[in-house]
């Protein structure tokens, strides 16, 4: 681990899926659940997620983009919001 970045330097460090926001299953961890919730009042920046959830803006960017490929928000003007299927997955 690298402690300056928080980056594994090996690819079998034990924190290099410490936060993951979408499962292997295509469904929202812990993490990911969080990062949608937040997003509930409508679109934030991944500036405002990250202050919003107290979770690291590089993680957060990591995060959205995992949302963002899987369909649960999108990206417009650079401000995320929840689709349909996001809103869904939290209710």
Do not use: W
């Not at 959205?64 to 003007?77: D, H, S």
């Amino acid at each position: 681990m690298n402690a300056k970045t928080g980056t594994c330097v090996q690819k079998s460090c034990p924190r290099a899926d410490l936060m993951p926001c979408v499962s292997p299953d295509g469904k929202p961890t812990s993490t990911g659940m969080t990062t949608l919730k937040s997003l509930i009042d409508g679109a934030l920046t991944a500036e405002e997620v990250a202050n919003k959830t107290g979770h690291p803006l590089f993680r957060v960017r990591s995060g959205l983009r995992e949302l963002k490929n899987a369909g649960f928000v999108e990206e417009t003007a650079g401000k995320y919001s929840l689709t349909q299927s996001g809103e869904e997955i939290i209710r």
